[in-house]
């Protein structure tokens, strides 16, 4: 059955691909955090297209046909944006987030042409054997906030990500109450396993980059 989408509980945020066209995200007016586009999610939506990436005049496109997994995805906009780059992704959060991401899915079914996108529930530091083998990639915009998350987290990361799997971190570095913090135990418990390469902004899309909104990628240690 389709998702049904109440509209007076949702409003609609477009954003624009290279190519001209539109991703058509629905945010909650109420709700919780995953029910809105954070910065983060943005910025981390353009960074797939940029040329490293993704440039049809040279024949580049490191997303067709790769798998890619989205981790706490709220509205799906990220694992929206690679998939009408051609990737096969499947995007994941909590029980109560599936309609909306089914809704957005729906939404931007005319944008996807030679990739996938699928919305299925993971929480973190749960049983991953459905999302094996490992994805080449996993994505990850603003995932690090709630302290008691930080552990299932990171143990998620270890089950999914095989040698060959590259995350792609971004979050938005948050100077106020328990952030620094959260931030700190997250990385320190991260790099026992992985090292991360922080990806200066000159490589980021011009336009959707923010001194305060860092992009990492991640690999499980040698």
């Known amino acids: 059955m389709a998702a049904k989408a109440d509209e007076n509980e949702y409003f609609v945020r477009e954003i624009e691909r290279n190519d001209g066209?539109?991703?058509?995200?629905?945010?909650?007016?109420?709700?919780?955090?995953g029910c809105v586009v954070w910065d983060a999610a943005i910025v981390l939506a353009k960074y797939l297209e940029t040329k490293q990436f993704y440039d049809p005049?040279?024949?580049?496109?490191?997303?067709?046909?790769?798998?890619?997994?989205?981790?706490?995805?709220?509205?799906?906009?990220?694992?929206?944006?690679?998939a009408t780059l051609g990737a096969?992704?499947?995007?994941?959060?909590?029980?109560?987030?599936?309609?909306?991401?089914?809704?957005?899915?729906q939404e931007n079914e005319a944008l996807i042409s030679s990739g996938s996108i699928t919305?299925?529930?993971?929480?973190?530091?749960?049983?991953?054997?459905?999302?094996?083998?490992?994805?080449?990639y996993v994505l990850m915009a603003d995932c690090i906030y709630y302290e008691q998350s930080i552990v299932p987290l990171v143990e998620s990361l270890k089950l999914l990500c095989g040698p060959e799997t590259c995350i792609v971190c971004c979050y938005e570095q948050r100077t106020e109450g328990v952030n620094p913090e959260v931030?700190?135990?997250?990385?320190?418990?991260?790099?026992?396993?992985?090292?991360?390469?922080?990806?200066?902004?000159?490589k980021q899309d011009p336009e959707f980059s923010s001194p305060d909104i860092h992009i990492l990628h991640i690999r499980r240690k040698a």
């Open 57 to 82: 005049s040279s024949g580049v496109n490191v997303w067709s046909g790769r798998t890619v997994l989205e981790l706490g995805a709220g509205t799906g906009v990220v694992g929206l944006m690679a």
């Open 88 to 105: 096969q992704v499947i995007v994941t959060d909590l029980e109560d987030l599936q309609t909306l991401l089914k809704v957005n899915i």
């Open 183 to 202: 931030e700190r135990q997250f990385f320190e418990l991260l790099q026992q396993n992985f090292c991360c390469e922080e990806i200066p902004s000159e």
């Open 119 to 136: 919305a299925k529930v993971l929480k973190w530091g749960e049983d991953v054997s459905e999302f094996l083998p490992s994805p080449d």
């Open 21 to 33: 066209c539109a991703l058509k995200v629905k945010q909650c007016f109420l709700g919780d955090v």
